[in-house]
Structures are given as structure tokens and as C-alpha cells.
């Protein structure tokens, strides 16, 4: 396999059609050439002669290409070439990753298809602001954290993906227990989501990368229905310090839809030790319902984008004053639930 060349469909109608147009164009040339000489005669002997060959250099030149890449759009032909083109690479290694295993291609083609269908018609997220991520450079997202399951991250990734004007791409801080599950720690990482460490943001802000974070983990991911959009405790501010570092400006952003998915009534503490999680769920449906309990409510997402709070005013020693950390981190909090708050009061409906 690892030999094998895609070829498109219907090469060989395409190479005819493509020589006999460079000879009717060479023909006509010579035509032209013949009237412009008043040489009638010679017209049909010019006609007749073979197809010169700097004629048929771009035929086999656009040849090459097609054969390399098939055109983008078409019908089926076109899309299973692309997809048998996309097969090749797999197999043969022949596509890159960078320094984390992000592997763009892979997030555009496949992982972005599987999701994009649940953005838009499971959820149907509408999205606002989005015009707030810078077009270049670096900028750190800071997200409210929220629905038991962390699906409000990648819905989050869909909406940067598929909205941003400069077809930005967003980079997740993932904790530590994404990175220990087997199979999910290779399509995180193929995703493009990395540790939510200092260090890990600070080299992709560096590198002039969207990063998005949620400051409240697993205290706001896993807390009970009761306290739906209540923001938990932004832990000691250290998405604020790396901003500062970087001179990222900060983009806060509230998602209204996710605390509804699997409204939390409990938790089994239990369950969650026997099996090394941080919380057991236990919801209207799970885990009454077993497999079946595990299907999220079709709510209707709303996810805001706000104005970026800019730190490339603060000197480079600012990132280590707590007060200035304390401050900002406090505004970022403030202004995220000020917006929840809004978002929820226009809302007509949990599911609509």
C-alpha cells in the first residue's frame, strides 16, 4: 500500500479531450497566421501539422497536477478521489503534526465533519462577537465551564473553526485526565488540544496561537444543576499571568446551552473513587437509563464572544504582581457572568 498512486477518474478522457483542444488551438493559430500573410495556400498544410510542443507542455503539465490533487468541488468523481488522495496520506505518513501531534488535516476533514453535524442541527449554536478574536497573533479565549460533559469545549472549537472571518483555529487546555484516557489522549492531541499547563500556553501564545481556556475545570463542569450558570472560583489567575507574559489580549466568552445537556441531581462519590474520576453524574437519565441515559438534551446553544482585554500595556514584571492578577482574573470573571446573565434574559426557551 504503501506504493500506491491515486489516480483520478476518467484520466484518459481527460488527457483526449485536453490534446484534441491544444490541437484545435494550435490550428487556429496557424490560421490566423496564414490570413495575416495572405498566404491562403499554406493554410491547410499549417492545419495539418502536428501539435507544437510548447502547445502540448501545459496539456501534460495541467495533467501532472490533476493527477497529483484532484480540483476541489465536482461531483462524486471528484470527492472520492480527494477522498482516496486523503487515504494515501494516512497510510503512507505522508501529512505533518506539529511539536504537540496537532494534525491539521485530520481536524479539518474528519474530526470537523463529525462534530459539525451536532453544532448545527443537534445544538443549533448560534455565535456572537465573533469578530473579537484578533485576525492574527496570539489571543487566550477564557470560557465559563459548564454540562457535565466537556462538550462545550468542542462546540467552542467548532464555532472558531467555522466562523472566524480569518479562519482562525482554537488550541484547548485539556486537564490531565484527558490525556489518561487511551483513545481520547490521541484525538485531543490530533485536535490540537494540549495540557493546561504555563508552560503549554505560553509557547502557543507565543507562537501566535488561538488558545482557549476554562479557568473553573472540573469545579464548574461537574457542579449541580441548582447552580446552572453560576461561575465557580477561577482558580489562582494563572491563565492571566501567561497572558501577561506573552502580551496576549484576553477574550472572554460565555456559552448559554451546555448546563442543560445532563441536568446534575447528584453525585456518587463512591463511583467517582472506585473509579479515579473527579464526580460520578447522576441525572434524570443516567444512570436509570444506562447507554441511553448518556444522550444530551437537544438544547439551543448561545455562544458570545466579548470585547479582548488587552495586556500589552503592562510591563514584562507585571505577571508577577498578584494584585494586578487578582484584578484582571476578577474582571474577566465579572464580565463572562454579566453576559450569562443577559444572554439568559433574551433567551426565549431552553430548546429553542
Known amino acids: 500500500m504503501a506504493d500506491a498512486k491515486v489516480i483520478p477518474f476518467d484520466e484518459d478522457g481527460r488527457r483526449r479531450r485536453a490534446t484534441e483542444g491544444a490541437q484545435g488551438a494550435g490550428r487556429a493559430a496557424g490560421r490566423g497566421r496564414d490570413r495575416d500573410a495572405g498566404t491562403g495556400g499554406a493554410q491547410a498544410a499549417r492545419a495539418a501539422a502536428p501539435v507544437p510542443e ?105 464555532a472558531v473553526h467555522d466562523h472566524h472571518p480569518a479562519d482562525r483555529r482554537l488550541r484547548l487546555l485539556a486537564a490531565d485526565l484527558v490525556f489518561m484516557l487511551p483513545l481520547v489522549n490521541e484525538l485531543a492531541r490530533k485536535a490540537g488540544h494540549t495540557l493546561a499547563c504555563a508552560e503549554d500556553a505560553q509557547r502557543l501564545l507565543s507562537s501566535g496561537e488561538v488558545v482557549g481556556v476554562m479557568p473553573e475545570g472540573f469545579k464548574g463542569l461537574g457542579k449541580p444543576f441548582a447552580e446552572r450558570y453560576k461561575l465557580q472560583r477561577f482558580g489562582r489567575g494563572g491563565f492571566v499571568s501567561t497572558a501577561l507574559r506573552t502580551g496576549a489580549p484576553i477574550v472572554p466568552c460565555s456559552i448559554v446551552g451546555a448546563e442543560e445537556i445532563y441536568p446534575m441531581l447528584g453525585n456518587s462519590r463512591t463511583m467517582a473513587r472506585l473509579l479515579g474520576l473527579p464526580y460520578f453524574p447522576v441525572t434524570a437519565t443516567f444512570p436509570w437509563l444506562g447507554p441511553l441515559g448518556a444522550v444530551p438534551l437537544p438544547t439551543k446553544w448561545t455562544i458570545q464572544f466579548g470585547e479582548p482585554i488587552p495586556t500589552d500595556g503592562y510591563a514584562p514584571e507585571a505577571a508577577d504582581d498578584p494584585m494586578l492578577m487578582f484584578n484582571l482574573t476578577d474582571q474577566v470573571r465579572e464580565t463572562i457572568q454579566h453576559t450569562l446573565y443577559k444572554l439568559l434574559v433574551q433567551r426565549r426557551s431552553v430548546f429553542f
Open 54 to 158: 510548447q502547445a502540448r507542455a501545459p496539456v501534460e503539465a495541467a495533467e501532472a497536477d490533476a493527477a497529483d490533487e484532484p480540483a476541489p468541488g465536482g461531483g462524486w468523481e471528484a470527492k472520492a478521489a480527494r477522498g482516496l488522495a486523503f487515504l494515501r496520506r494516512r497510510v503512507t505518513g505522508d501529512y505533518e503534526v506539529d511539536d504537540f501531534g496537532y494534525d491539521a488535516e485530520l481536524t479539518d476533514q474528519v474530526l470537523m465533519s463529525v462534530l459539525r453535524p451536532v453544532y448545527e442541527s443537534y445544538f443549533r449554536v448560534e455565535v456572537k462577537g465573533i469578530e473579537n478574536i484578533p485576525s492574527d497573533g496570539a489571543a487566550l479565549v477564557v470560557a465559563n465551564h459548564s454540562g457535565t460533559l466537556p462538550l462545550d469545549g468542542l462546540m467552542l472549537q467548532v
